[in-house]
């Protein structure tokens, strides 16, 4: 049985790190699994958690900047990620895309700072919104993201990435994609993937209202190498039931 990739998007919560540190330890109660479970909680509780889950979580960013230091207020570095201990970063997730208005560019300044300066493995999201799907535009939008995001990106780093397909429509309305939907867009990717690279450089993952009852169907009829969570990686039973998919 293949090792999955499971990974926790906490995004902006839980408030406090007494809540957050509840949801750990009760995952670490229940989650028994060989898969790799990455949390990515807001990046304000990263050291405290690192501090008491390190080896039995890794532990990832749900952003970071594109340069290493200097003058830019509120920014953190790939570099300050992977010294307290993180091994993941997400970057170019659609709500950075679409409520902080980032870029093609900047996501492709972002990939190329955490290849060549640290080693920290992107994990990189990309996905159409409903609009795009309706107009059949689905594989030029992920063909576009991703051509963009791996300009300047060498084959030795691109096997590195994870790439996360994203639908919008399917982030957080509890409609997730129907598997042959998330088949076609993997067979897709891998497709740019080869195109680029010459071989399917990266490992693929889902994400978008991933649960527990839908997680054997998302991954048991794709074969897809893990999935994103958001809503229900907050849940404890939820997540350990995903995390423990085998
Ligand atoms: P969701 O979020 O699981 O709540 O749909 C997924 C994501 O935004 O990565």
């Not at 992977?82 to 970063?89: D, L, M, P």
């Not at 709500?95 to 980032?102: A, G, L, S």
């Not at 560019?105 to 060549?116: F, G, S, V």
């Not at 795009?132 to 990435?161: D, H, M, P, Y």
């Amino acid at each position: 049985m293949q090792k999955k990739i499971i990974i926790a998007n906490w995004k902006c919560n839980p408030i406090s790190t007494k809540e957050g540190e509840k949801i750990l330890f009760s995952l670490k109660e229940s989650i028994k699994t060989e898969n790799e479970v990455i949390i990515c909680p807001p990046s304000v509780f990263l050291s405290h958690f690192l501090t008491l889950f390190s080896g039995i979580y890794s532990f990832g960013g749900q952003d970071c900047f594109f340069e290493e230091k200097g003058a830019y207020t509120g920014e953190i570095s790939p570099k300050m990620l992977q010294s307290i201990g993180c091994k993941y970063v997400i970057v170019g997730h659609s709500e950075r895309r679409t409520i902080f208005n980032e870029t093609d560019k900047t996501i492709n300044l972002k990939i190329n700072r955490i290849l060549n300066s640290t080693k920290l493995i992107p994990i990189l999201c990309i996905g159409e919104n409903r609009e795009e799907r309706e107009k059949n535009k689905t594989f030029a939008i992920l063909k576009e993201q991703i051509k963009n995001a791996l300009k300047g990106v060498a084959i030795g780093k691109a096997k590195k990435i994870i790439i996360a397909y994203e639908p919008i429509w399917a982030i957080g309305t509890g409609v997730y994609a129907e598997e042959k939907q998330i088949e076609e867009a993997k067979d897709y990717i891998a497709k740019i993937l080869c195109d680029i690279y010459g071989s399917k450089t990266s490992k693929i993952i889902y994400g978008g209202s991933v649960d527990s009852k839908n997680i054997k169907q998302i991954l048991g009829t794709t074969d897809m190498d893990g999935v994103l969570v958001g809503g229900s990686s907050l849940k404890p039973k939820e997540f350990s039931a995903i995390a423990n998919y085998k």
